[in-house]
């Protein structure tokens, strides 16, 4: 059978599961009233709630006769270590470009990938029914950026495909507007017969023994780990006797108990697959991407994949509060030391370490959401877990401390510009472009420590009142900028455990912002708030009225408190100091010092 192997990539949101899902649907790939819901690939709950794609998958499609698999990838900054891998699966990628928005850091990043592995580029403009489309700029741009990539002759060959992913239209000609592109009546079909056509077809070799570079690891219920790659040499069948090739020099052998194929989003059985073919492997329990499954006889592994190094750490702690237990299983250290490595072996851009403290475990990843999507299933495991605050990967290079610094490009109304460049000049930011486009609107590209981004977002969004647009890209080393002005407000802590009752909540208000309400169960060293002023309060919050004291009146102060702030575990993350950490359960959220006792 003929086969193609495509990926999908492009910055986050310009569209890329949307595209995929209607390549399934246009393919007949599901029955008559299967596929319901919109960007079926994003089928991880946290996936569906944040609205982005944060692993890659797999499916595949059949077009004339040609079997095509299809991985749809990330295009957030902090999992572009799921696409450097999926690409030495494949020979073509779909690069989607928004028809507004131009490319974008990501787009840069991951059309760098592609082009480096050698892969054939097919570039797609998509959402051409933006009103704000401005389809000629953004192909001029795309232009420039394969040029300054420095691509090659061939690769610069490339050609373009205009669509409408969300109404499943694609064209090979440029229209003139929006309206014009919203007139086109028609399918996807100028994408699929372009796909065949100019994609080539694997470059595999059948006649070696069988070879398979671990790719993606994926995780089933019934069947355990199943390790997903494209047989590179050879064939592999059910029950196979296979040699697994690890890091230095390490082999141990396997059976393969099933075999499977893509076909639409399932993965169905198959007795045997050939060269060129995606397969997914069930039965081999240790293997981490990047090793090769192969014949007994083979030789030595294929290249290993290499990812991008992780800039990002925080403490994974077991957790240790007066309340562990309650809401959820406590991992125990070596419980989390297995869930963690788990993650660092599906994920190559997961590092894991162990600390100087043996309930504490350094966790290495791109960047904090990363971090915060780990927390949030473990937590969704029904399990608890301690985390610290998100620091820089530092790095020595030539006997210098250096530290990750990222591109961040902005691109704001003017108005906002003072604000926005004093919160990266804060954050040890430097402004090295600046392009005013006239519209009402200004660019900015800063230079910046990765460490002075953490939980940037929110408040820039405030800072923008939601209308700047904020994307950063990893750029280099440099030597450490020195110590960045963290929190300038010390916490307030409840020195005793108990019940918050309004009575102590309303008198501790005019002192800070509280964290928590009335009626919430606190501990001796939890933080309940952020103190007005930049030292530890310690303060009682059960502290109920004495009867003496009684007013005549009969108003209730309760009923004068003010909403909480509501701290989610990334307002959290950001927050927090070296000395305090978060406590994540099933049900809660909580922020509190390592060390819980007053120390006054
Ligand atoms: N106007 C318009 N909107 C589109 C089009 N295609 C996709 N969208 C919208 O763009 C948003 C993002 O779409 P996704 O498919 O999730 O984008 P993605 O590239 O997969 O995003 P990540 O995986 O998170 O990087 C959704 O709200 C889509 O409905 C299009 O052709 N036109
Ligand atoms: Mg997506």
């Keep these: 059978m003929n086969i193609r192997n495509i990926a999908i990539i492009a910055h986050v949101d310009h569209g890329k599961t949307t595209l995929v899902d209607q390549l399934l649907r246009q393919s007949g790939t599901f029955r008559e009233n299967e596929a319901t819901v919109e960007r079926m690939m994003d089928s991880m709950d946290q996936e569906r709630e944040r609205g982005i794609t944060i692993q890659a998958k797999n499916a595949s499609y059949t077009w004339k006769g040609t079997k095509v698999n299809i991985v749809d990838t990330p295009g957030h900054a902090d999992f572009g270590g799921e696409v450097e891998r999926i690409l030495s699966m494949v020979d073509g990628c779909l690069l989607l470009v928004d028809a507004s928005e131009g490319p974008l850091p990501q787009t840069r990043f991951v059309l760098n990938k592609a082009l480096r592995n050698g892969i054939k580029v097919m570039v797609v403009i998509n959402k051409i029914d933006r009103p704000d489309q401005r389809i000629t700029e953004v192909e001029n741009e795309i232009f420039d950026l394969f040029i300054d990539l420095g691509a090659e002759e061939d690769q610069m060959n490339y050609e373009t495909i205009y669509a409408i992913a969300r109404n499943g239209i694609a064209t090979t000609e440029r229209p003139a507007d929006h309206k014009e592109a919203l007139a086109i009546k028609g399918t996807l079909e100028p994408l699929f017969d372009a796909v065949t056509r100019i994609v080539p077809p694997p470059r595999v070799e059948p006649e070696k023994p069988l070879a398979i570079v671990v790719s993606n690891l994926a995780h089933s219920d019934f069947l355990g780990r199943i390790c997903v790659g494209r047989v590179q040499q050879g064939s592999i069948k059910v029950g196979q006797q296979v040699a697994i090739l690890g890091r230095n020099g390490k082999r141990t052998q396997a059976r393969i108990q099933e075999l499977m194929t893509y076909a639409g989003m399932k993965q169905v059985k198959a007795e045997v697959l050939h060269a060129g073919d995606i397969a997914a492997i069930a039965g081999i329990e240790n293997v981490e991407i990047g090793d090769t499954i192969g014949a007994l006889d083979l030789p030595g592994p294929l290249k290993r994949i290499e990812v991008d190094p992780p800039a990002v750490n925080m403490g994974f702690i077991v957790n240790s509060s007066p309340m562990a237990g309650r809401e959820g299983k406590v991992l125990l250290t070596r419980e989390l030391m297995e869930r963690l490595q788990k993650e660092a072996r599906r994920n190559p851009a997961i590092r894991v370490e162990p600390t100087n403290s043996p309930d504490e475990f350094l966790v290495s990843g791109r960047g904090e959401l990363q971090l915060a999507v780990i927390v949030e299933s473990i937590r969704r495991e029904g399990f608890e877990v301690a985390v610290g605050k998100p620091k820089a990967v530092l790095n020595t290079i030539d006997g210098v401390v250096c530290e990750p ?106 002192r800070g912002q509280l964290f928590i309400g009335a009626g919430v169960e606190v501990y001796e060293g939890m933080v309940i708030g952020e103190n007005a002023r930049d030292n530890d309060l310690w303060v009682n919050a059960i502290k109920t009225k004495k009867l003496t004291n009684m007013r005549a009146s009969g108003t209730d102060e309760a009923t004068t408190l003010s909403p909480p702030r509501n701290m989610t575990l990334e307002r959290s993350l950001e927050w927090i100091r070296d000395d305090e950490i978060v406590e994540v359960t099933p049900k809660n959220i909580r922020i509190r010092k390592r060390k819980l006792k007053n120390p006054t």
């Design 405 to 510: 610094i990222e591109k961040a490009y902005v691109d704001i109304p003017e108005d906002h510009f003072g604000v926005v460049n004093e919160m990266l000049h804060q954050r040890k930011g430097r402004m090295i472009n600046m392009i005013n486009k006239g519209s009402g609107r200004v660019n900015l590209e800063f230079e910046i420590p990765s460490r002075g981004l953490i939980g940037i977002r929110s408040h820039f969004l405030t800072a923008t009142r939601g209308t700047g647009i904020l994307n950063t890209i990893f750029h280099g080393y440099e030597p450490f900028k020195g110590d960045i002005d963290e929190r300038q407000n010390g916490a307030m802590v409840a020195d005793r455990s108990g019940d918050t009752v309004p009575y102590g909540l309303f008198h501790l208000e005019p």
